[in-house]
């Protein structure tokens, strides 16, 4: 009984959670890395550099016909989260059926949007007159898509919500291994640009499927129930603000490739996107560690546990500054060799854009972390006016720029609004607490410090490290990144830091180990 216990305890930990989800993300995020390093030379070289530059143009702007939808999936797993101490089962149903509702009520909506986005298309992304009708094929089957893989996404939802994601573990690494397999197979099979988009919804129909099937079987109340009116409206409130937090994200974080291309051509958009493609990999799986405590925050905050809120913000600041300094200091020494042996001559868009993107990269790590905090005190108002105002700076901006500088400029007007809303994050999260300890960062200014300095020599340094083999890139990447690890962990970190992380771990570790037993 006292082993049983103890177990329970462990299940419920939040660190402990995090750190399943985190493994689970981690497992697609691998997936999304070995996929995209073996997958993506085929799609571009199949493609061809324009319709890479275009599809990367088309999924962009399918993304804000997606908006239309309320974002109801999206508010499910926050309010699920917020809610995950009440036992009253019928609650999360009727919370379920709220989000079933809106989802289906902005259906047409979003299939009237895309209408247009489809008829619009040839009018944006300039391609060769051959390959409008190929634009258009691919564009309508994005739409589709996006549509159906709302509902799919619910069982997903609900399991993140509950904080249970882990108990899917696996199923979205299949999903990407799949979606890369039958897209490798479209450009073999000679299906072009329209094989690769219907090869996404072939993979996410078939694991959607299954996350049902996981979600009954892991949460047996899962299912939906009739909301009562006064839940369907406050449901719909907060999804009608995450929507337009979400629209306002895409304008100003989902869109520089999509100015960038009617501005200058698919073609810089595809050299643009090779640019950055290492830092989305490799950062991926930082960003999702760091989403992956978010349903454990969305529970203290509705204890309204707001210390602990603010300490566990800063650990992951710690944590997000000390990887994300490893990464981007390799990116910025060896990002060039590494596109010129991965890809070939000619995608990369030079040293001063490869700094911008691995800025943006440190930003978003950083947006990461205070939006996670936000989005669990639900202010999803006070986020989409922040990320809108962000937004039309970062469009703005780049566009001006991109047309003076071309992806140089583009970078640093996104570079400008992600610095906007990280200003206005700190302002609205020390007001909204109201607790001395959420500003008191004093102990991040050396780990600051010496990120600075390591990415500064990683700058300086990249023009004089040239390996022309895969061997020889493994042998430079490898001690590089352990030494940049080593200078951070010894020097950038406090003692105190150093023991937090440790702990960290090691608790996970024997946590593990009492529930396996």
Not at 363 to 385: C, K, N
């Amino acid at each position: 009984m006292k082993k049983e216990t103890l177990v329970k305890r462990s299940e419920g930990n939040l660190t402990h959670r995090a750190g399943l989800t985190f493994a689970s993300s981690l497992l697609q995020q691998g997936a999304q890395f070995i996929v995209g390093f073996i997958v993506t030379p085929i799609v571009i070289h199949g493609l061809g550099v324009e319709l890479y530059g275009a599809w990367m143009m088309i999924k962009q702007a399918a993304g804000y016909t997606a908006q239309a939808d309320l974002r109801p999936m999206g508010t499910l797993k926050f309010t699920l989260a917020v809610t995950q101490h009440v036992k009253d089962k019928h609650q999360k149903r009727r919370q379920i059926g709220a989000a079933i509702l809106i989802w289906g009520l902005t259906l047409p909506i979003i299939f009237t949007l895309g209408a247009g986005l489809l008829w619009a298309a040839p009018s944006f992304i300039h391609v060769s007159d051959e390959h409008i009708l190929i634009i258009r094929v691919a564009m309508a089957l994005v739409i589709l898509h996006l549509a159906m893989n709302r509902i799919l996404t619910l069982p997903d939802n609900v399991l993140r919500g509950m904080n249970l994601h882990y108990k899917a573990m696996g199923i979205n690494a299949v999903m990407v291994f799949c979606g890369g397999f039958l897209s490798a197979v479209a450009i073999w099979m000679g299906w072009g640009l329209p094989g690769v988009a219907a090869g996404g919804i072939v993979a996410s129909a078939g694991v959607g499927s299954v996350r049902f099937i996981v979600a009954k079987r892991v949460l047996p109340w899962f299912g939906a129930a009739r909301p009562k009116r006064e839940e369907l409206f406050t449901f719909g409130k907060l999804s009608g603000w995450l929507m337009f937090s979400g629209l306002a994200f895409t304008l100003f974080s989902a869109s520089d490739l999509l100015v960038l291309g009617i501005a200058l051509g698919p073609s810089v958009t595809a050299v643009y996107a090779t640019t950055g493609a290492v830092i989305r990999m490799l950062a991926g799986p930082l960003v999702q560690l760091l989403g992956s405590g978010g349903p454990g925050i969305a529970g203290l905050c509705g204890e309204k546990d707001w210390r602990r809120v603010a300490a566990v913000r800063k650990e992951m600041y710690v944590i997000g500054i000390t990887l994300m300094t490893v990464i981007g200091a390799g990116i910025l020494a060896l990002n060039s060799s590494f596109l010129k042996l991965w890809l070939g001559e000619g995608f990369y868009a030079g040293d001063l854009t490869n700094l911008l993107l691995v800025l943006i990269g440190f930003t978003m790590i950083f947006f990461r972390i205070d939006g996670v905090v936000i989005d669990s005190m639900l202010l999803f108002r006070e986020r989409a006016v922040a990320m809108l105002v962000s937004g039309l700076v970062a469009v703005t901006s780049g566009a001006l720029l991109s047309s003076v500088w071309g992806t140089t400029g583009m970078a640093s007007g996104m570079l400008c609004g992600y610095i906007v809303v990280l200003l206005y994050f700190q302002v609205l999260i020390r007001h909204k607490l109201k607790c001395k300890a959420i500003g008191n960062f004093d102990s991040l200014y050396r780990p600051i410090v010496v990120s600075f300095l390591l990415l500064t020599g990683a700058y300086c340094i990249s023009s004089f490290l040239n390996p022309e083999t895969w061997l020889s890139f493994l042998l430079t990447a490898a001690p590089f990144g352990c030494v940049t690890f080593g200078l951070m962990w010894f020097i950038g970190l406090s003692k105190r830091d150093r023991g937090m992380l440790v702990k960290r771990v090691v608790a996970q570790m024997n946590r593990n180990r009492l529930v396996e037993n």
